[in-house]
């Protein structure tokens, strides 16, 4: 149960932000093996590296934020058509050449 939570959610962290999952799982693999080989240089890099990935997270979160706030309509058609309306058919109107 708790796997397919967890793959869930590691799937919709990577759908939604690829660069920055990427540089958290990068990080995470290094203080992994740092902290493994008790070597302390290599874990702080990896903390480091997944610190610095959940800072550019919130940093690009908080500018998609604003400028969804102060966007404004593009309208790529006039609201007013400056051609001549046409004229509306019926079936009883013929053709006239």
């Not at 404004?72 to 051609?83: A, F, V, W």
Request: aromatic residues 8%.
């Amino acid at each position: 149960m708790m796997n397919a939570l967890w793959l869930k959610i590691l799937r919709t962290a990577y759908r939604k932000d690829p660069v920055v999952s990427f540089v958290v799982t990068m990080g995470a693999v290094d203080a992994v093996i740092g902290g493994a080989e008790a070597s302390w240089s290599l874990f702080g890099l990896g903390m480091g590296t997944i610190g610095m990935a959940i800072i550019l997270r919130l940093l690009l979160l908080n500018r998609s934020h604003i400028e969804q706030a102060t966007a404004i309509p593009e309208y790529y058609l006039p609201p007013n058509s400056s051609r001549l309306k046409l004229p509306n058919l019926s079936r009883n109107q013929k053709y006239l050449p």
